[in-house]
């Protein structure tokens, strides 16, 4: 703070002569600009004294301390007494030699502070020809892995071409962020701009926005062409009743019809069908995304070391904190909630606000939102969480919008929770084709269900208010304020284990109210001698108009509606493991050629044995049991956001069981678009082979 006294009559000479050159308009303007435009860093205060008049100025705390260069020796010094608070500081100079050797450093310090820009500069081109040898010799067959030439598939077994592609890729995203980026919008710019300097051009425009109708029904008409060309079986068309009355219950459920996007929906399902036809008809789809998720999962395995250090060689044998006697609940605690996962939990919370800290997934956040809100026109944090998704589980997902929960929308909230019921992690994908279930559809479940979620949110509940989390509001979304890197990977295992706590006690909570449920109702029907009859049978019975329009044939109907209402009532651990082993017995028949016996009727079933009699069922059951979305995940979602953003408990416990029925949608929509384009024909690989290529 300085005081400046100066005499009366001095600024009053200046006050007359600032007059003499203003009129006294533009002396009322610049009186008030002076304290806004001209000194915006400055707070000043004019008192009278009577003898003189006082100036008070508070000035901006400046970057340098002093002017003798040592800023940063102060700073040090600063934070070694607050460091030390209420300790008493030793006296005396200290060592010579110590004296002496901190000089040294201290000149050093200061010289490379002042040449920060080329000490940088030195180290990263060092580093890019390290780099560049690295990548030499990895491309010699004497030293190296050659990306060239590609064995068999291309995703998997050649390290060389996957290192080729992500040195690529870097090149290409280091160009664009320097030079194309900006080159692309001052082009795009221009080009805008001489459009719309003429007449012909906006009318050119106007064209444009008043018939874009025209391009919709033109892509709408491709899909419809692409189906009738390629899809040859007569019952695939069933299907297409599904895909319909979805969207028409959808509508007729949604909280805000008349706030829906069409396009947003409209444009989700196309996206969803040509993930479909990529991963179900192409091989090097299926490829694709087979490597994606091997990949996610070598990484998530990772949290093991931890696993085994904290609980031992054998902690998969064990469940987090107790062990339960219930056989469904220890089904459902082992595969979800066993100290593996909550390890994977921890593992993942730290690393992802790590990358926050570091800037990262702000980064990746912001390029998913920009193409997502280009293509569906959805937000920023709900495309991340969607895309997430596929490779991570529900109570992972929302680890990387982590800052956003608290400022999304309601609408949003209810994405993110549609998305985690709808799709399913890579983690657990292995478990399923462990069982029997055919790999490929089950990767393409998971694939197709994004794009599904996001729709399906949209239209159950639209958006009603303006998002906070747009791509300008994600690409500034401060840092977290941690010191360190280490700060933030403990702050962040912190807190993810908030999250396990509150996941094993909703766990609990839901599923033994399911249990309580499932006894009371098979008690009252044990008094007319219907003693299977249960809250899972009465879900069968509820979904056995759904199996039949998503296309499967009526003698499964009964089969399949039950299985389904499993996976909605319990989960889908166990709904995948009776379609495993009914999967297994029908493949055992085909091969002993007894299965023709057993459909016609000439050997009778065994007691107390199920069986799915078309292929296709098998297929579309592996589409509708795809998912989380049980009543048990919902008391995990509920958790695990409750966490991130406590103050909005009360709008995602409104939300939840809407959300639920969505992802279930999700999972039927999928489920009638993979029996549309499903041909036996057109598999690519015999699921045996599949299963034991990822299991060798």
């Given at each position: 703070?300085t005081?400046?006294?100066?005499s ?5 000479l200046e ?7 203003r ?7 610049s009186a008030?600009?002076?304290q ?16 003189g ?14 002017d003798n260069?040592?800023?940063d020796?102060d ?10 608070v ?7 100079d200290?060592d ?5 050797v901190?000089k040294?450093r201290?000149?050093?310090?200061r ?9 940088v500069?030195a ?15 990895v ?5 190296g ?11 998997s077994?050649?390290?060389g ?7 690529v890729?870097?090149?290409?995203i ?9 080159a692309?919008?001052r082009?795009h710019?221009?080009l805008?701009?001489s ?5 012909s ?12 109708w025209?391009?919709?029904?033109l ?8 189906i ?7 019952s ?6 599904g ?22 929906i ?21 490829q ?8 996610v999962?070598?990484?998530i ?10 609980f ?19 089904i ?15 593992f993942?919370?730290s690393?992802?606000?790590m990358l926050?800290y ?6 990746v ?14 937000t920023?944090?709900?495309s991340?969480n969607?895309?997430?998704n596929?490779?991570v589980?529900?109570s992972?997902?929302?680890l ?9 929308t309601?609408?949003?909230l209810?994405?993110v929770l549609v998305?985690?019921?709808a799709t ?15 790999a490929?559809?089950?990767i393409a479940?998971s694939v ?10 949209k239209l159950?509940?639209?958006e ?5 989390t747009s791509w ?25 284990l ?5 996941l ?7 599923i ?5 449920l499932d006894?009371t ?6 008094l007319?001698?219907y ?6 049978y009465?879900?069968?019975l509820?979904f056995y ?5 998503i296309?499967?044939?009526?003698k499964?109907?009964?089969l ?7 996976k909605?009532?319990?989960n ?11 999967r ?5 028949w085909i ?5 023709p016996l057993?459909?016609n009727?000439?050997i009778?079933?065994?007691p107390n ?6 292929d296709?069922?098998v297929v579309?059951l ?9 009543f048990?995940?919902?008391g995990?979602a509920?958790?695990t ?7 909005r ?9 809407r ?5 279930n ?13 499903y041909?036996p024909r ?6 045996e ?8």
């Open positions: 703070m005081k400046v006294t100066s009366p009559d001095v600024l009053e006050e007359v002569r600032s007059r003499k050159l009129s006294p308009i533009e002396d009322t303007q008030k600009l002076s806004t435009y001209e000194n915006s860093g400055f707070v000043n205060d004019r008192t009278d004294t009577g003898s008049v006082i100036i008070t100025t508070n000035l901006p705390e400046s970057d340098n301390k002093n260069g040592h800023a020796d700073d040090d010094d600063n934070d070694d007494q607050k460091d030390n209420g300790f008493e500081k030793l006296t005396g200290g010579k030699v110590g004296l002496v901190l040294v201290d000149r050093l310090v010289l490379i502070a002042k040449r920060k820009k080329i000490v500069y180290l990263k081109v060092l580093c890019l020809i390290g780099f560049i040898i690295y990548f030499a010799f491309n010699t067959k004497k030293y892995t050659p990306a060239f030439p590609i064995d068999g598939n291309i995703f077994g050649n390290a071409f996957a290192l080729f592609i992500l040195v890729f870097a090149v290409f280091v160009l664009w962020e320097k030079f194309l980026g900006n692309a919008d082009a710019d221009y805008i701009k459009i719309r300097s003429t007449i051009g906006r009318r050119f425009i106007e064209l444009l926005y008043r018939f874009s025209v391009g919709h029904i892509v709408f008409l491709a899909v419809a062409l692409y009738g060309l390629t899809v040859r079986r007569g695939n068309y069933v299907s297409l009743i895909v319909f009355t979805l969207i028409i219950l959808g509508t007729l459920g949604s909280k805000y019809p008349h706030r829906i996007r069409w396009q947003t409209f444009y989700s399902f196309i996206i969803q069908f040509l993930l479909a036809a990529i991963v179900i008809r192409l091989e090097v789809g299926f694709f995304f087979d490597f994606l998720g091997k990949e999962s070598k990484f395995s990772n949290a093991e070391a931890g696993a085994v250090f904290v031992g060689e054998s902690y998969e044998d064990h469940f987090y904190v107790f062990k339960v006697g219930a056989i469904q609940l220890e459902f605690l082992f595969i979800g909630f066993s100290p593996k996962v909550t390890s994977i939990i921890i993942l919370g690393v992802i606000n926050y570091l800037g990262v997934m702000q980064y956040i912001g390029k998913i939102a920009w193409l997502m809100q280009k293509c569906l026109n959805t920023a944090a709900e991340m969607a895309a997430a596929i490779f589980g529900m992972e997902a929302p990387m919008i982590m800052p956003l929960v608290p400022t999304m309601t609408s949003e209810h994405a998305g985690g019921f399913m992690a890579g983690s657990v994908l292995a478990t399923f084709i462990f069982f029997g279930v055919p490929n559809h089950l479940a197709m269900a994004a794009p599904g979620a996001l729709g399906f949110a159950l509940l639209p009603t208010h303006k998002s906070k300008e509001t994600v690409k500034n979304v401060p840092l977290p304020d941690q010191h360190n890197v280490i700060d933030a990977l403990m702050t962040g295992a912190g807190n993810a908030k999250i396990c706590g509150y094993i006690a909703n766990l609990i909570a839901f033994s109210v399911l249990r309580f006894v109702i098979a008690w009252f029907f044990s007319v001698h003693p299977e009859v249960n809250f899972q009465i879900l069968g509820l108009p759904f199996a039949l329009i296309g499967i044939p009526l499964d109907c009964l399949a509606s039950k299985l389904i209402g499993i909605v009532s319990l889908e651990f166990i709904a995948y493991q009776e379609l495993g082993k009914i297994g017995l029908r493949d055992q091969a002993d050629n007894t299965f057993y459909l009727g000439t009778p079933l065994p044995t199920q069986m799915l009699w078309n296709s069922s579309i592996t589409y509708a049991l795809c998912g989380f979305a049980n048990g995940s919902m995990i509920l958790a956001l409750g966490v991130f953003a406590p103050q408990r009360r709008a995602l416990i409104k939300i939840a069981p959300a639920l029925i969505g992802g949608m999700v999972s039927l929509m999928t489920a009638s678009i993979a029996g549309l384009l041909e057109a598999v690519v690989e015999s699921v082979k599949l299963n034991t290529t990822l299991f060798s």
